[in-house]
């Protein structure tokens, strides 16, 4: 439950890192915002903002609540922490906090746009926030075992390699890279619409596409830096798709099958390799659905599934260990 939008603002106070907070007294949900998590070299602080739900009632969490990270979408160019993109978040769903209530600890974290840094730096941030969330678990009451990640659409791409690459299963970090030996490990990934191939995804690309990869300009050259077909090496660099191995964590797939943005195969192509590989994914495709779970009658029916499907997906995981 949030507060009543006619109650008027909640209390904000700050907290011993500076960052604001308020509260609820409705449903004793903190939120801090702000928090500084990494200082990449030549670029602004990273932020991150931390919803952290009131004491834990069950048993198992006792020792920590289960913690989920969230990245945002946007192309890897826009695109803000706390946000689902314009079109879910104008559903009024507040599936962060539908997260929180379902006794999630949630940070939802910036990283590098393509106008700062390329690849690989967005996905170094990434791993910054869940080294930042696991130093400070004791502080907020998190369990360090228990960290997932989720995101959608360029944040998705990002979720998925943090899964597929965490535990030095594959190195992207320079040598020299802050705190790249912490544990960057997650015990699962949720991805929404997700980026996983992106050597194919031009071709995969619908009639009907709002972006294609292989445009001139695209979302994709701007992250690699150059265009995914005079840059291959660079754009299977970048695909979770290349490090598919058998250990990896648990992955829900969420992909709408009339994405006009990212194209379904991007989901489905990931989860027939991550099947393939003998490690666990579950596959969820909503009729119709285009980017941002827009449907041709406007309504918020496949958001609300994805949500569900999220949280329900992330609490039978969060009772696994």
Not at 111 to 124: E, G, H, K, S, W
Not at 191 to 214: C, H, I, K, N, S
Request: charged letters at 20%; aromatic letters at 6%.
């Amino acid at each position: 439950m949030k507060a009543d939008a006619g109650s008027g603002p909640l209390p904000a106070t700050q907290d011993r890192n500076g960052a604001a907070h308020m509260e609820s007294t409705m449903t004793a949900l903190r939120i801090h915002r702000g928090i500084g998590f990494a200082r990449p070299q030549n670029a602004d602080p990273l932020l991150l903002n931390l919803y952290v739900p009131g004491a834990p009632t069950d048993a198992q969490d006792q020792g920590g609540r289960p913690a989920v990270i969230h990245y945002h979408g946007g192309g890897w160019r826009t695109g803000e922490r706390s946000s689902l993109g314009p079109g879910v978040d104008g559903f009024g769903l507040s599936p962060i906090e539908q997260l929180a209530d379902a006794g999630f600890v949630v940070a939802s974290a910036n990283y590098r746009l393509t106008d700062v840094a390329t690849f690989p730096a967005q996905l170094l941030d990434a791993k910054a926030a869940v080294r930042w969330l696991r130093t400070h678990a004791a502080e907020y009451g998190v369990d360090p075992r228990r960290i997932y990640a989720w995101g959608d659409s360029a944040g998705g791409h990002l979720a998925a390699l943090l899964g597929l690459t965490a535990g030095g299963k594959v190195s992207v970090e320079p040598a020299g890279t802050p705190d790249a030996d912490g544990d960057d490990h997650v015990a699962g990934v949720v991805a929404w619409y997700p980026p996983t191939d992106l050597e194919r995804m031009g071709e995969q690309a619908r009639p009907d596409a709002v972006a294609r990869a292989d445009d001139p300009g695209s979302r994709e050259s701007l992250l690699l830096g150059a265009q995914p077909a005079d840059a291959p090496e660079r754009a299977r660099a970048a695909s979770p798709l290349t490090y598919v191995h058998p250990d990896a964590p648990p992955f829900l797939l969420i992909h709408g099958t009339a994405d006009r943005f990212v194209p379904v195969e991007q989901s489905t192509s990931l989860a027939e390799a991550l099947e393939g590989a003998g490690a666990a994914v579950e596959l969820l495709l909503l009729e119709d659905a285009d980017h941002m779970w827009q449907l041709p009658d406007g309504s918020s029916a496949a958001a609300g599934q994805a949500t569900a499907a999220t949280i329900d997906f992330l609490c039978r995981l969060a009772k696994q260990h």
